[in-house]
């Protein structure tokens, strides 16, 4: 399991390391320097080469790249070009939001999967179990903008249950979570209606096994070789969708934070694009990107967990 | 004791079993055999109400006067592992990889019995050490992918014995497994029998495993038991001509009159492969050294992982060696590209599956004449393809044909066609006719030696089944451990062998007894 | 099984013919507006009503399912142009560091959500379909070169591989000959998934400002508009929205049928 643990973590290392390599060198790509960009149309060639020299744009390419990522390593992000304010600080603050609204519906389409997907297993050429995996199907075909569209039409404006928009900070948790409440339904309903689809899938293909053949011989009714046997097994592919479907989110998230104008980090990076903020945009993309590399970072412990046979790999 | 009365069974519209009729009393052993087809394993299927969906099953599986075709299934729930207990073929796959040995014994204790975990967990291990899996060594915490084929089998043994049933359905269950160790399971098996007075039904295509287990055989044939009885009088008086055949075919030799010419084919010196594993290296091959002469035919022998299978791959250059050499006529087997067109075209190879190998999306014409990559296509590959179709005993329309509409034996005949084709001097045959049922290795067996009479084929004939070897090869080498470790006339290696290996491997190998042939 | 095929290749046939048809022929100009005319719900002469500044909906969305599907085909063709070779190198040099690099360079370009890839290329390049068809198409790269690999690695084993090489054929040619044909209906079911998801994704970038731009009409930006109009005219919003989902669930279904139909394992009932 240690040797397992610890292939894992150099492989984390090495992701980031080329992922930030990649996001670096993209965003070098980005025509018109910050520097001019913050100067305007009308800067002076001198002010503009102090400027700069300054912000140390004239040192070569690997050299700036060495600079910035010793400098997260250290916890720096940076200051941001527009604001003036550390990068670092300003992240933190947008994953209050962010990380909320992802991990919840993450949670949430977890819960509403597990059920789906079961009963539509055991349910398999019934009514019933047709029913729940055509749901599953107008589900993933949803976009989730729109949904969510149809969420604050129904319940926002007409019902007037919930806010139609914007996030008033936790200091009011209550009305934080309010504010949350439909963003989250909006992205996970589309993703559980995905892992419901794999999971029935999985328990189907395993169910077909040698194994259950095995327990049903022991006796196990047709649900006890599914609750006890065919689950366990058919979580290992549900765990890679799981670990895939981050990056969706995370994706999903910066469109629904734009629905329901939440000051989330998909916003940020939206404005910093605008404004040509390079490093905050540098920045808060490897927060997202180091978050899917997390996530499937989890999911290969998770993987060890549950299946004895990686735990010695 | 349980009794199946007229049991027949539908599924699709095609009649599957058809008026089956069998006692299965209490201590003693009832060998069901049949070829591959014949609804072996749909009686098993069927005795334990866990036919296919939408099979249609009539007649009476009677059980303390009651029939289980008629019982519902929570009812059947309760008959399943408590009253009859059952163990596949594939030991590989027929345990929960994810759970440990332990629980899965003691899932069905908890269950049936109303035990709590401990318990039941004490009386799993009770049963463990019953099947030959003692407490130090194979604690109950081990997952199956720790264990080898044999011992997964003994798990499965000791969780279809868990709750004593008075019934135990065996369906092929040694099929998957080494001779050596195929030999110690059913000696368990047996034991199991006698000593807990349990009904034993073994259902296996071999009828020297039979032979040497059983107290009563049936005969199965198209769903139905052609023949019945005892044990003895079965084999002895033949009643049946399917009987007579199966018989015939089981041991069967093929009329052969080698010549080999020196200076010999294939010459393997001093071979040595290693395979790099998570676990350490693997020296797969150990110094190994064979000849095989000009239309000669050498056997190899030897138990899954002793190197055989990797020794047929660095001969056709496949893959390369560490250490050695390897020469077919005078020149260097190499792998890779380096290794000349002409020389590879000088070797051609069969293997076991006859469902694996040719490409499901080609037809016969271009699988036949895939070989010719080597030679380059001639302008009359066409009927060169229906030549050599007619040589193994099939029809030049057929080039036309895809694969799946031909049966095993057929598809067998196809493999030899293609490896013919090219005319090649040595043929390796791996595992070639292990898949096949005994009537069709029979005749292909016989084909075998016919081509190699025609054309002076030299033979590389690979088999874990010293019983085939025998009637196919001039030489027999044992393989073990990546050497080997004994080489003589089939005769000489059977009769008389001298290494514990070669001994093991002979007296493991089921027989029927003389004096019943 | 039938059933999903045939409503599945019904609503994915609609939106094509759609699309095709709205080449040569829509309705209405869709750049034509009729402020008069505005927020007009569905009528006979407006099938789909007018949008805030009279513009036919119908002719707006015939035009949509143009740009989403080829922005969805050409990212399905680049996915699987660049994917599919990738995931077959792997598989044959599979255990190998060639397998390794290109799996890991494949994690490294998945760990990037697909809008994140737009993102940054819009940066780059500025806001475009073709923008989006890059972006959702270099997603697509490492899903098809995963599919491709994951369904080769078992082909690999087969004993008619051995026998193609005992023939002395080389991996390139076993990849071509052998493994593609017989991966390829796997291959097709991942693309018709791929060409709705791009659908889905190609909405969204429009709908946040990062496809299509003004004038070419698409469904994602028709919601965007439709958003502010929502309370007052909610056949606005509805209509694309419908028209995403209707096609994307046709996809999807005809997808399922095509697996089931061309997959002989999944067809026996067990």
Not at chain 1, 38 to 60: H, I, K
Not at chain 2, 51 to 68: E, H
Not at chain 2, 272 to 277: A, E, G, I
């Amino acid at each position: 399991m240690l040797r397992y643990l610890s292939r894992r973590m150099i492989v984390l290392g090495l992701s980031l390391l080329a992922a930030s390599a990649l996001i670096f060198s993209v965003t070098e790509l980005v025509p018109g320097d910050p520097a001019s960009f913050m100067l305007g149309t009308g800067a002076q060639p001198e002010t503009l080469a102090a400027l700069r020299q300054q912000m140390g744009l004239d040192r070569p390419l690997p050299l700036r790249y060495a600079a910035w990522a010793g400098a997260i390593l250290q916890g720096d992000f940076g200051t941001s070009f527009t604001y003036r304010t550390p990068v670092g600080a300003m992240i933190a603050q947008r994953l209050q939001v962010s990380l909320p609204l992802a991990l919840m519906a993450l949670a949430l389409a977890v819960a509403v999967a597990l059920p789906v997907g079961l009963y539509g297993a055991a349910r398999r050429g019934r009514a019933g179990g047709g029913l729940a995996m055509g749901a599953t199907q107008l589900g993933i075909a949803l976009p989730n903008f729109w949904f969510a569209m149809l969420l604050v039409l129904v319940f926002a404006v007409r019902l007037r249950w919930l806010p139609a928009g914007g996030f008033p900070g936790w200091s009011d948790p209550g009305a934080a979570l309010k504010s949350l409440i439909l963003p989250v339904v909006a992205l996970a309903l589309p993703q559980a209606a995905i892992l419901a689809r794999v999971l029935r899938s999985a328990l189907v293909e395993t169910q077909a096994q040698d194994y259950i053949r095995t327990a049903r011989a022991k006796g196990l009714t047709s649900g006890q070789t599914l609750r006890r046997h065919a689950l366990r097994n058919a979580l290992i592919p549900v765990l890679t969708i799981l670990g895939m479907q981050f990056s969706f989110l995370l994706a999903g998230a910066i469109i629904i934070e734009n629905v329901f104008s939440l000051p989330g980090l998909g916003r940020m990076i939206f404005q910093a694009i605008t404004q040509r903020d390079l490093i905050v945009v540098q920045s808060a993309v490897l927060v997202l990107v180091a978050a899917v590399n997390a996530v499937t970072f989890l999911v290969d412990l998770a993987y060890g967990a549950v299946d004895p046979r990686l735990r010695r790999a | 004791m349980i009794r199946l009365e007229g049991l027949s069974a539908v599924l699709g519209g095609q009649p599957v079993l058809d008026q089956v009729s069998l006692d299965l009393a209490p201590g003693s052993i009832t060998g069901l055999v049949g070829e591959s087809g014949s609804g072996k394993s749909m009686t098993a299927l069927a005795i334990m109400g866990l036919l296919p969906p939408g099979t249609r099953a009539t007649g009476r599986v009677m059980l303390d006067r009651r029939n289980l075709l008629d019982l519902p299934e929570p009812e059947m729930c309760r008959i399943r592992g408590r009253r009859i207990g059952m163990i596949f073929q594939e030991p590989m796959t027929a345990l929960n990889p994810l759970m440990p040995i332990g629980d899965q014994v003691a899932e069905a204790l908890r269950l049936h019995g109303g035990l709590d975990r401990t318990a039941a967990l004490a009386l799993a291990r009770e049963r463990l050490d019953r099947v030959g899996l003692p407490a130090p060594r194979f604690p109950l915490t081990l997952y199956p992918h720790e264990l080898s084929g044999g011992q997964r089998q003994r798990v499965a043994i000791a969780m279809a014995i868990a709750l004593r049933p008075g019934l135990l359905i065996a369906d092929e269950p040694t099929t998957a497994l080494d001779v050596t160790t195929q030999a110690r399971i059913l000696d368990l098996l047996k034991t199991l029998a006698r000593e807990d007075g349990m009904a034993l039904l073994l259902i296996t295509h071999d009828l020297a495993v039979v032979a040497g287990m059983a107290d009563r055989v049936a005969v199965m044939q198209g769903g139905r038991i052609v023949e019945s009885g005892p044990a003895e009088a079965v084999f002895r008086q033949r009643r049946h001509p399917y009987t007579r055949q199966l018989i015939a075919a089981s041991g069967y030799r093929p009329a052969r009159n080698p010549r080999p010419v020196p200076p010999p084919l294939l010459e393997v010196r001093e071979a040595v492969r290693d395979y790099r594993l998570p676990q350490g290296g693997l020296r797969a091959l150990d110094r190994v050294s064979l000849t095989v002469g000009r239309g000669e035919s050498v056997g190899l022998v030897g138990e899954s992982g002793c190197g055989k299978s990797t020794l047929a791959r660095v001969i056709l250059g496949l893959d390369p060696l560490q250490a050695g050499q390897i020469r077919l006529d005078g020149q260097d087997v190499t792998a890779g590209r380096r290794m000349p067109r002409s020389l590879r075209a000088r070797m051609q190879v069969v293997f076991q599956d006859p469902f694996g190998s040719f490409d499901p999306r080609w037809r016969v014409e271009r699988l036949l004449a895939e070989p010719f990559h080597l030679t380059g296509r001639p302008p009359d590959w066409r009927d060169r393809v229906g030549a050599a179709l007619e040589e193994v005993g099939l029809q030049p329309t057929d080039a036309r044909r895809f694969i799946h509409e031909f049966s095993g034996g057929q598809r067998q005949r196809l493999a030899i066609a293609r490896a013919l084709i090219i005319r090649p001097a040595l043929i390796v045959l791996d595992e070639a006719v292990s898949a096949l049922d005994v009537r069709v290795r029979a005749q292909v067996l016989d084909l075998l030696a016919r081509l190699q009479a025609d054309h002076g084929l030299s033979y590389l004939f690979i088999s874990h089944d010293l019983s085939v070897v025998r009637g196919m090869a001039d030489r027999v080498l044992v393989m073990q451990a990546g050497r080997i470790v004994e080489e003589g006339p089939p005769e000489q290696v059977i009769g008389a062998p001298r290494h514990p290996q070669t001994q093991a491997l002979v007296a493991a190998m089921p027989v029927i007894p003389a004096e019943w042939v | 099984m039938r059933m999903a095929l045939t409503l599945g290749g019904a609503l994915a046939g609609l939106a094509l013919a759609a699309a095709v048809l709205s080449a040569v022929w829509t309705p209405y100009d869709a750049g034509q507006m009729a402020i008069a005319d505005k927020l007009r719900p569905p009528s006979a002469a407006h099938w789909f009503g007018t949008d805030h500044f009279g513009r036919d909906i119908l002719s707006m969305a015939m035009l949509g399912a143009q740009t989403s599907m080829a922005v969805a085909l050409v990212a399905v063709v680049i996915g699987m142009g660049l994917g599919v070779p990738l995931g077959l190198l792997a598989a044959a040099r599979r255990g190998t560091w060639v397998d390794e690099i290109v799996m890991r360079g494949n994690d490294l370009v998945f760990a990037f959500p697909s809008l994140v890839i737009a993102i940054l290329i819009t940066a780059v390049r500025g806001p475009s379909a073709l923008n989006a068809m890059i972006a959702i198409g270099i997603f697509n790269i490492p899903v098809f070169a995963r599919v491709t690999r994951g369904a080769a690695l078992p082909v690999w084993v087969l004993d008619y591989i051995r026998a193609a090489r005992v023939s002395g054929k080389g991996a390139g040619l076993i990849s071509l000959q052998h493994v593609l044909p017989n991966i390829a209906g796997l291959l097709i079911v991942q693309a018709t998934i791929q060409f709705s998801l791009g659908i889905l994704a190609e909405a969204g970038l429009s709908y946040v400002g990062l496809g299509a731009q003004p004038p070419t009409p698409s469904w994602g930006r028709m919601l965007a508009e439709a958003q502010t109009m929502v309370t007052l005219a909610p056949h606005v919003a509805v209509i694309p929205g419908l028209c995403i989902l209707l096609t994307v669930l046709g996809l999807n279904l005809l997808g399922d049928g095509l697996r089931d139909a061309l997959d002989p394992r999944l067809r026996v009932p067990r």
